[in-house]
């Protein structure tokens, strides 16, 4: 079916309002990367699941940021009382394999704004 | 930790060639990436090399020495749809396969 999608596209917060940010990889896809990009930069991993098991959650930065995917298809992050620095573009990614080595498929991403 | 270095920026003429150079530093390479990012968009896979050499597919070719660290993505006969950021990403055995990337390179392509 169609590539992967993330909505909402943007997300303007205040500091201290919490977030949620969806999503939805190809049909199929065993393995979902969520990743942070600032402006500028390259994507930084933030986590990894295969199917619904959170396999790596080593790149978040802190306990504010969680995941889920809880039936192994749609994921969810969620920022809780966001902060300036969280401000960055999250792009999500899927690939249908389980090897590192297997081509990840981006989605566009969500720009996220934290005034 | 993961060094991967690319120029920030590089800009070449419409029909012309351009070679884009990426170095990285680790003992667990595992396999290393080139993707496209248009401004604004998702980055889009263009090669994956393992093995030593040049893979070559239509008017880009991604080359590998994994002795000296070193890549380079070439893109022939450029388009002005080739204006984008070029992400080079190390897939790191050392760090449970996952992909790393580099900031990425802004090309610019000129009239």
């Known amino acids: 079916g169609a590539g992967v999608s993330q909505s909402p596209r943007y997300k303007v917060a205040k500091r201290g309002q919490d977030v949620a940010l969806r999503c939805d990889p190809i049909?199929?896809?065993?393995?979902l990367f969520w990743y942070q990009q600032a402006l500028g930069q390259g994507p930084e991993f933030l986590t990894y699941f295969q199917n619904e098991a959170q396999l790596d959650k080593s790149g978040l930065p802190s306990d504010r940021f969680f995941a889920e995917r809880p039936e192994g298809s749609v994921s969810t992050l969620k920022i809780q009382r966001t902060q300036q620095e969280d401000s960055a573009v999250y792009l999500c990614?899927?690939?249908?394999?389980?090897?590192?080595?297997?081509?990840?498929?981006f989605g566009p991403g969500t720009r996220l704004t934290v005034l | 930790g993961q060094n991967i270095d690319q120029p920030t920026e590089m800009t070449a003429t419409e029909g012309a060639i351009v070679q884009i150079n990426c170095t990285y530093q680790?003992?667990?390479?595992?396999?290393l990436f080139w993707y496209q990012q248009h401004a604004g968009e998702a980055p889009t896979f263009l090669s994956y090399n393992v093995l030593d050499g040049l893979e070559e597919k239509g008017r880009f070719s991604s080359f590998l020495s994994r002795s000296k660290g070193y890549s380079y993505l070439l893109l022939k006969e450029l388009q002005m749809k080739d204006s984008a950021s070029y992400l080079c990403?190390?897939?790191?055995?050392?760090?449970?396969?996952?992909?790393?990337f580099g900031k990425g390179t802004r090309l610019h392509i000129l009239p």
């Open positions: 680790t003992s667990g390479f595992n396999g």
């Open positions: 990614a899927s690939s249908s394999g389980t090897s590192g080595g297997d081509t990840q498929y």
């Open positions: 990403a190390v897939r790191d055995r050392r760090r449970d396969d996952k992909i790393i």
């Open positions: 049909s199929g896809h065993v393995s």
